[in-house]
T-cell receptor
Framework: SAVISQKPSRDICQRGTSLTIQCQVD?????MFWYRQQPGQSLTLIAT?????????ESGFVIDKFPISRPNLTFSTLTVSNMSPEDSSIYLC?????????????FGSGTRLTVV | AQKITQTQPGMFVQEKEAVTLDCTYD???????LFWYKQPSSGEMIFLIY??????QNATEGRYSLNFQKARKSANLVISASQLGDSAMYFC??????????????FGKGTKLTVNP
């Protein structure tokens, strides 16, 4: 399975600013996903990022707030824009290559974001 | 409506004993996948075990086994011979959508497992 390097691992940001989170995969993958995990909660899918197409956002998440890039099959970024304390969460990227028989979804190590 | 239900917010088990973490799911799809992930306090998501909807045998991976009861729509995780390092959050998840197309994982709320020495 793929290995994902996610950074930064944590950050403390001022409200009103933006943070870009990067995920680098060690092999080409067709699908990448971005999740938010609010404190003490489960994972909620923000969007699916497939190379060569616009990201598909889940209900409650919008591109202006969470713009995503997917320039190639090994890399994706998520930006959290105009942050407020409510954006304090763990953000995780995930990947799966639909061309592989392996069914698992690999996750990055997460970004712990605190907005003050 | 919740698609993945984990009714146990917290569970305690003695070291070396077995523990079962419950998971029920709701889907009208014929083809789906069920996953269990472990999340230690460090935050990473560790894949434990997978069960496909058409798999007739219950999945096993080392000390982990999945008790799959399709008619009841349950996919309980059994951890045998618990170790102190098993203390973590455990999430049940289901893959929904067309595999390779609109697929995505939907997660339950999780169960916090504490292994006591």
């Amino acid at each position: 399975s793929a290995v994902i390097s996610q950074k930064p691992s944590r950050d403390i940001c001022q409200r009103g600013t933006s943070l870009t989170i990067q995920c680098q995969v060690d092999s080409q993958v067709t699908m990448m996903f971005w999740y938010r995990q609010q404190p003490g909660q489960s994972l909620t899918l923000i969007a699916t990022a497939n190379q060569g197409s616009e990201a598909t956002y889940e209900s409650g998440f919008v591109i202006d707030k969470f713009p995503i890039s997917r320039p190639n099959l090994t890399f994706s970024t998520l930006t959290v824009s105009n942050m407020s304390p409510e954006d304090s969460s763990i953000y995780l990227c995930s990947a799966r290559d639909s061309r592989e028989t392996f069914y698992g979804y690999t996750f990055g190590s997460g970004t712990r974001l605190t907005v003050v | 409506a919740q698609k993945i239900t984990q009714t146990q917010p917290g569970m305690f088990v003695q070291e070396k004993e077995a523990v079962t973490l419950d998971c029920t799911y709701d889907t009208s799809d014929q083809s789906y996948g069920l996953f269990w992930y472990k999340q230690p306090s460090s935050g990473e998501m560790i894949f434990l075990i997978y069960q496909g909807s058409y798999d007739e045998q219950n999945a096993t991976e080392g000390r982990y086994s999945l008790n799959f009861q399709k008619a009841r729509k349950s996919a309980n995780l059994v951890i045998s011979a618990s170790q102190l390092g098993d203390s973590a959050m455990y999430f049940c998840a289901m893959r929904e959508g067309t595999q390779g197309g609109s697929e995505k994982l939907v997660f339950g709320k999780g169960t916090k497992l504490t292994v006591n020495p």
